[in-house]
Protein backbone atom coordinates (compact mmCIF):
# COMPACT_ATOMS: atom_id res chain seq x y z
CA UNK A 1 0.00 0.00 0.00
CA UNK A 2 1.32 3.54 -0.93
CA UNK A 3 0.36 6.50 1.30
CA UNK A 4 0.44 9.78 -0.08
CA UNK A 5 1.86 12.73 1.89
CA UNK A 6 0.31 16.07 1.46
CA UNK A 7 2.41 18.76 -0.03
CA UNK A 8 2.05 22.53 2.01
CA UNK A 9 3.20 25.07 -0.51
CA UNK A 10 3.21 28.84 0.29
CA UNK A 11 1.97 30.65 -2.67
CA UNK A 12 2.53 34.81 -2.53
CA UNK A 13 -1.01 36.44 -2.05
CA UNK A 14 -2.04 38.37 -5.30
CA UNK A 15 -4.92 38.89 -6.96
CA UNK A 16 -4.89 38.34 -10.55
CA UNK A 17 -7.37 39.28 -13.67
CA UNK A 18 -8.87 37.30 -16.07
CA UNK A 19 -6.80 37.58 -19.79
CA UNK A 20 -10.22 39.53 -20.78
CA UNK A 21 -9.63 42.49 -18.53
CA UNK A 22 -7.46 44.34 -15.85
CA UNK A 23 -10.52 45.61 -14.23
CA UNK A 24 -11.42 45.27 -10.34
CA UNK A 25 -14.77 43.90 -11.12
CA UNK A 26 -12.69 40.81 -12.99
CA UNK A 27 -10.65 40.20 -9.56
CA UNK A 28 -10.63 37.24 -7.37
CA UNK A 29 -12.94 38.12 -3.88
CA UNK A 30 -10.86 35.49 -1.76
CA UNK A 31 -7.46 33.27 -1.92
CA UNK A 32 -8.55 29.58 -1.98
CA UNK A 33 -6.09 26.84 -1.77
CA UNK A 34 -6.96 22.92 -2.19
CA UNK A 35 -4.83 20.01 -0.99
CA UNK A 36 -6.09 16.44 -2.98
CA UNK A 37 -3.75 14.51 -1.11
CA UNK A 38 -1.81 14.13 -3.76
CA UNK A 39 -1.05 18.03 -4.95
CA UNK A 40 -1.84 21.75 -4.27
CA UNK A 41 -4.06 23.33 -5.85
CA UNK A 42 -3.27 27.07 -5.63
CA UNK A 43 -7.14 29.10 -7.35
CA UNK A 44 -7.17 26.56 -10.85
CA UNK A 45 -7.86 23.20 -10.84
CA UNK A 46 -5.36 20.09 -12.37
CA UNK A 47 -5.99 16.38 -13.58
CA UNK A 48 -6.56 13.83 -10.90
CA UNK A 49 -2.94 11.90 -11.46
CA UNK A 50 -4.52 9.42 -14.42
CA UNK A 51 -4.62 9.13 -18.00
CA UNK A 52 -1.34 11.07 -18.67
CA UNK A 53 0.53 13.88 -17.67
CA UNK A 54 -1.12 16.31 -16.56
CA UNK A 55 -0.76 20.17 -14.99
CA UNK A 56 0.53 19.41 -11.65
CA UNK A 57 1.12 15.58 -11.58
CA UNK A 58 4.49 14.35 -10.35
CA UNK A 59 6.16 11.70 -13.05
CA UNK A 60 5.96 8.23 -12.84
CA UNK A 61 8.11 5.52 -12.96
CA UNK A 62 11.85 4.44 -10.86
CA UNK A 63 9.70 3.81 -7.39
CA UNK A 64 10.06 7.31 -6.76
CA UNK A 65 7.98 9.70 -6.85
CA UNK A 66 8.47 14.02 -7.45
CA UNK A 67 6.46 17.34 -7.86
CA UNK A 68 8.22 19.50 -10.86
CA UNK A 69 6.46 22.91 -9.97
CA UNK A 70 6.54 24.86 -13.37
CA UNK A 71 7.28 28.76 -13.58
CA UNK A 72 4.62 30.29 -13.08
CA UNK A 73 2.59 32.82 -15.70
CA UNK A 74 2.97 36.63 -15.47
CA UNK A 75 -0.61 37.72 -15.56
CA UNK A 76 -1.47 40.83 -17.89
CA UNK A 77 -2.28 42.83 -14.96
CA UNK A 78 -2.25 42.63 -11.20
CA UNK A 79 -5.27 44.51 -9.17
CA UNK A 80 -4.16 44.85 -5.57
CA UNK A 81 -7.47 45.16 -4.41
CA UNK A 82 -9.39 43.17 -2.07
CA UNK A 83 -6.23 41.33 -1.37
CA UNK A 84 -7.36 38.57 1.71
CA UNK A 85 -4.37 39.51 3.19
CA UNK A 86 -5.28 42.98 4.33
CA UNK A 87 -8.11 43.78 6.99
CA UNK A 88 -9.15 47.42 7.18
CA UNK A 89 -10.42 49.24 9.85
CA UNK A 90 -11.84 52.33 9.78
CA UNK A 91 -12.17 54.09 13.37
CA UNK A 92 -14.81 57.03 14.16
CA UNK A 93 -14.33 60.15 15.81
CA UNK A 94 -16.16 60.14 19.56
CA UNK A 95 -19.50 61.47 20.13
CA UNK A 96 -18.83 64.72 22.14
CA UNK A 97 -20.57 65.80 25.34
CA UNK A 98 -20.68 69.06 26.78
CA UNK A 99 -19.06 67.53 29.63
CA UNK A 100 -15.95 65.92 27.79
CA UNK A 101 -15.16 69.94 27.19
CA UNK A 102 -14.17 70.88 30.28
CA UNK A 103 -10.60 71.71 29.77
CA UNK A 104 -12.20 74.05 27.38
CA UNK A 105 -13.15 77.31 28.29
CA UNK A 106 -14.21 80.17 26.82
CA UNK A 107 -13.40 83.75 27.83
CA UNK A 108 -14.68 85.54 30.41
CA UNK A 109 -17.13 88.74 29.15
CA UNK A 110 -16.70 91.87 29.65
CA UNK A 111 -19.15 93.75 31.78
CA UNK A 112 -19.80 97.06 32.24
CA UNK A 113 -22.45 100.01 32.63
CA UNK A 114 -23.40 103.79 32.59
CA UNK A 115 -23.78 105.84 34.80
CA UNK A 116 -20.22 104.59 35.26
CA UNK A 117 -20.59 102.67 38.32
CA UNK A 118 -23.40 105.48 39.45
CA UNK A 119 -27.20 104.34 39.08
CA UNK A 120 -30.28 106.74 40.12
CA UNK A 121 -33.19 105.20 43.04
CA UNK A 122 -35.75 104.80 40.40
CA UNK A 123 -34.68 105.67 37.03
CA UNK A 124 -32.90 103.10 34.78
CA UNK A 125 -29.47 102.04 35.14
CA UNK A 126 -27.39 100.56 31.90
CA UNK A 127 -25.69 97.63 32.38
CA UNK A 128 -24.03 95.52 29.55
CA UNK A 129 -21.68 93.34 28.27
CA UNK A 130 -19.72 91.92 25.42
CA UNK A 131 -18.49 87.88 24.24
CA UNK A 132 -17.69 86.83 21.16
CA UNK A 133 -17.38 83.34 19.08
CA UNK A 134 -14.08 81.36 19.94
CA UNK A 135 -12.27 79.31 18.44
CA UNK A 136 -9.89 76.69 20.78
CA UNK A 137 -7.47 73.65 19.47
CA UNK A 138 -7.16 70.87 21.58
CA UNK A 139 -7.97 66.86 22.44
CA UNK A 140 -10.55 65.15 23.02
CA UNK A 141 -10.46 61.39 24.28
CA UNK A 142 -7.19 61.04 22.42
CA UNK A 143 -8.37 62.89 18.82
CA UNK A 144 -7.02 66.28 17.75
CA UNK A 145 -10.15 68.47 18.07
CA UNK A 146 -11.18 72.24 17.58
CA UNK A 147 -14.29 73.39 19.83
CA UNK A 148 -16.03 76.73 19.39
CA UNK A 149 -17.75 78.84 21.43
CA UNK A 150 -20.67 81.11 20.26
CA UNK A 151 -22.78 83.14 22.71
CA UNK A 152 -25.94 82.39 22.51
CA UNK A 153 -27.46 84.18 26.02
CA UNK A 154 -26.56 86.73 28.52
CA UNK A 155 -28.45 86.10 32.03
CA UNK A 156 -27.51 89.94 34.29
CA UNK A 157 -27.90 89.81 38.25
CA UNK A 158 -28.28 93.10 39.38
CA UNK A 159 -27.45 92.55 42.99
CA UNK A 160 -30.98 92.98 44.49
CA UNK A 161 -32.64 89.66 44.24
CA UNK A 162 -33.42 90.62 39.87
CA UNK A 163 -32.52 88.74 37.13
CA UNK A 164 -32.46 89.32 33.10
CA UNK A 165 -31.94 86.84 30.31
CA UNK A 166 -31.40 88.56 27.18
CA UNK A 167 -30.80 87.08 23.85
CA UNK A 168 -27.82 90.31 23.43
CA UNK A 169 -25.21 91.57 26.25
CA UNK A 170 -27.08 95.34 25.38
CA UNK A 171 -25.39 98.04 24.25
CA UNK A 172 -24.29 101.86 25.51
CA UNK A 173 -26.91 104.54 25.42
CA UNK A 174 -24.44 106.76 22.95
CA UNK A 175 -24.42 103.15 20.79
CA UNK A 176 -28.09 103.30 20.89
CA UNK A 177 -28.74 107.10 19.90
CA UNK A 178 -31.07 107.07 22.97
CA UNK A 179 -30.52 109.84 25.76
CA UNK A 180 -29.29 108.96 29.53
CA UNK A 181 -31.62 107.03 31.73
CA UNK A 182 -33.64 106.00 28.79
CA UNK A 183 -35.02 102.18 29.50
CA UNK A 184 -32.85 99.23 27.17
CA UNK A 185 -33.13 95.63 27.49
CA UNK A 186 -30.26 94.85 29.68
CA UNK A 187 -31.09 98.56 31.94
CA UNK A 188 -32.72 97.97 35.67
CA UNK A 189 -34.28 100.19 37.96
CA UNK A 190 -33.14 99.85 41.84
CA UNK A 191 -35.86 100.65 44.00
CA UNK A 192 -33.63 101.52 47.19
CA UNK A 193 -30.52 103.40 47.83
CA UNK A 194 -27.18 101.08 48.19
CA UNK A 195 -24.48 99.30 46.81
CA UNK A 196 -25.43 96.45 44.42
CA UNK A 197 -22.84 94.15 42.63
CA UNK A 198 -23.96 92.96 39.41
CA UNK A 199 -22.58 90.05 37.27
CA UNK A 200 -23.31 88.26 34.42
CA UNK A 201 -23.18 84.85 33.12
CA UNK A 202 -22.76 84.47 29.43
CA UNK A 203 -24.36 80.83 27.55
CA UNK A 204 -22.18 79.53 24.84
CA UNK A 205 -23.12 76.89 22.48
CA UNK A 206 -20.39 74.08 21.69
CA UNK A 207 -19.48 72.41 18.25
CA UNK A 208 -16.67 70.61 18.04
CA UNK A 209 -14.56 69.36 14.16
CA UNK A 210 -12.36 66.76 13.91
CA UNK A 211 -10.53 68.03 10.93
CA UNK A 212 -13.86 67.72 8.64
CA UNK A 213 -17.57 69.02 9.64
CA UNK A 214 -18.65 70.66 12.56
CA UNK A 215 -20.64 68.41 14.89
CA UNK A 216 -23.03 70.44 17.54
CA UNK A 217 -22.55 69.26 21.33
CA UNK A 218 -25.94 69.14 23.20
CA UNK A 219 -25.96 71.78 26.04
CA UNK A 220 -24.34 74.51 27.03
CA UNK A 221 -21.00 76.23 28.47
CA UNK A 222 -21.34 79.44 31.00
CA UNK A 223 -18.55 81.61 31.57
CA UNK A 224 -19.56 84.59 33.97
CA UNK A 225 -18.04 88.05 35.37
CA UNK A 226 -18.65 90.01 38.10
CA UNK A 227 -16.84 93.24 39.64
CA UNK A 228 -19.07 95.85 38.51
CA UNK A 229 -20.68 97.36 41.36
CA UNK A 230 -23.54 100.20 40.70
CA UNK A 231 -23.56 102.60 43.50
CA UNK A 232 -27.48 103.92 43.80
CA UNK A 233 -28.01 107.47 45.19
CA UNK A 234 -31.45 109.31 46.07
CA UNK A 235 -31.90 112.40 43.94
CA UNK A 236 -33.91 115.52 45.04
CA UNK A 237 -34.73 118.41 43.48
CA UNK A 238 -34.86 122.14 44.88
CA UNK A 239 -34.58 125.50 43.64
CA UNK A 240 -31.30 127.27 44.55
CA UNK A 241 -29.92 130.24 43.56
CA UNK A 242 -26.69 129.60 43.33
CA UNK A 243 -24.32 126.47 42.04
CA UNK A 244 -22.75 124.26 44.05
CA UNK A 245 -19.51 125.64 42.65
CA UNK A 246 -20.73 129.02 43.79
CA UNK A 247 -21.72 127.64 47.34
CA UNK A 248 -20.39 124.93 48.25
CA UNK A 249 -22.36 124.11 51.39
CA UNK A 250 -25.82 124.97 49.39
CA UNK A 251 -28.47 122.86 49.74
CA UNK A 252 -27.58 119.23 47.69
CA UNK A 253 -24.09 120.13 47.34
Same mark, same amino acid.
Given at each position: ???????????????????????????????????????????????????????????????????????????????????????????APPEVTIEDLASFRPAVPHL?????????????????????????????????????????? @??????? =?? *?? %???? /????? +? &?? $??????????????????????????? @??????? =?? *?? %???? /????? +? &?? $???VDVREVRTALVDRTCREDPA????
Open positions: MRFLSALLITVPLMVAVSSTGCGAQDAWTACEVGNTGTEVNVGASTGSGGGGAQVGDAPRGGGSESADVADPVEPDCVVELRRCDINYQVEGGEPSGFGVVGMPTNVYASASAQEIPGEILGWDVVVRFEPAA @YVFSYGD =GT *TT %RSSS /GGSSW +S &AL $GQPQFTPTATSHVYAERGVYPVTVTVE @YTAAVTF =GS *TW %RPVP /GVVTS +S &AG $GYEGPGC
